[in-house]
């Protein structure tokens, strides 16, 4: 049995700070932000994937369950709940997911990508974290010389007020 803890040592608290589009690739970012703290991940996503996070940001109902309501309704009618999901990789460019669920009394772990977990976890109101190594890899990555524009870009949505992240967004 895989264990689970509220919160793991090597895991720091996240907050939805906006989904919005990339200015420059057109792309949606789903912007996370450190709770007690500055610093931020970008999570670039698919437009559906923005969609299903931004319906759920807006509280907007749909006239038939959307693929992560009927996760949600499938998994309550298993008897699980979704307790966190944690940003737990960032391997080659690309962002992986746990989502940690309990059923039965028995923690079960779940792969998923970053912008599934999300929806899920704005679904059943659940904390997101993400591992400490993903928001230094992201940090490295910025600071690493490869690309001049993603340095750039961080510290832009690191500066980001509300008015100018309501201006990106979806």
């Given at each position: 049995?895989?264990?689970?803890?509220?919160?793991?040592?090597?895991?720091v608290?996240?907050?939805?700070?906006?989904?919005?589009?990339?200015?420059?690739?057109?792309?949606?970012?789903?912007?996370?932000?450190?709770?007690?703290?500055d610093s931020?991940?970008?999570?670039w996503?698919?437009?559906?994937?923005a969609?299903?996070?931004?319906?759920?940001l807006?509280?907007?109902?749909?006239?038939?369950?959307?693929?992560?309501d009927?996760?949600?309704?499938?998994a309550r009618?298993?008897?699980?709940?979704?307790?966190?999901?944690?940003?737990?990789?960032?391997r080659?460019?690309?962002?992986?997911?746990v989502?940690?669920?309990?059923?039965a009394?028995?923690a079960?772990?779940m792969d998923a990508?970053?912008?599934d977990?999300?929806?899920?976890?704005?679904?059943?109101?659940c904390?997101?974290?993400?591992?400490?190594?993903?928001?230094?890899?992201?940090?490295?990555?910025?600071?690493?010389?490869?690309?001049?524009?993603?340095?750039?870009?961080r510290?832009?949505?690191?500066n980001?007020?509300?008015?100018?992240?309501g201006r990106?967004?979806?």
């Amino acid at each position: 049995m895989t264990t689970m803890s509220e919160r793991g040592a090597d895991e720091v608290e996240m907050e939805i700070r906006g989904l919005m589009m990339d200015p420059v690739t057109n792309m949606p970012i789903v912007v996370l932000k450190d709770v007690e703290g500055d610093s931020v991940l970008p999570i670039w996503v698919g437009i559906f994937e923005a969609n299903a996070i931004a319906l759920e940001l807006e509280k907007t109902a749909t006239p038939r369950p959307m693929t992560h309501d009927l996760l949600q309704n499938m998994a309550r009618g298993l008897g699980a709940v979704v307790r966190k999901i944690v940003v737990s990789e960032l391997r080659d460019d690309t962002f992986y997911a746990v989502i940690w669920m309990e059923q039965a009394g028995e923690a079960v772990a779940m792969d998923a990508r970053p912008s599934d977990a999300i929806a899920l976890a704005l679904r059943w109101d659940c904390p997101i974290y993400a591992n400490r190594k993903v928001l230094e890899s992201s940090k490295q990555v910025a600071n690493g010389g490869t690309s001049v524009n993603a340095d750039e870009m961080r510290r832009w949505l690191e500066n980001l007020n509300d008015d100018e992240m309501g201006r990106y967004k979806m």
